[in-house]
């Protein structure tokens, strides 16, 4: 899957999140929805991508900061 198709989805993740949550948890939420329901290997894309391209990643700012805080976690946690 390549990055764009990764970027839309998770911004999309984060714009439900951004009315369904409060906004100090709408990073953590996005993060623990990425860690139960993508696969690693596409949570490693994602991170590579932000990690490639800080300014411009296209990542809306809570998406980023919940990439930016994924570890290499089993997934469901």
Do not use: Q
Not at 50 to 60: I, R, V
């Amino acid at each position: 899957m390549d990055s764009e198709h990764l970027v839309r989805m998770a911004n999309e993740i984060g714009e439900f999140f951004e009315t369904a949550t409060e906004p100090d948890n709408i990073a953590d939420e996005v993060r623990g929805h990425l860690l139960r329901y993508w696969a690693p290997s596409m949570r490693a894309a994602l991170k590579d991508h932000l990690a490639g391209h800080p300014a411009d990643s296209g990542l809306n700012p809570h998406v980023a900061a919940a990439v930016a805080n994924l570890r290499d976690e089993p997934a469901g946690n």
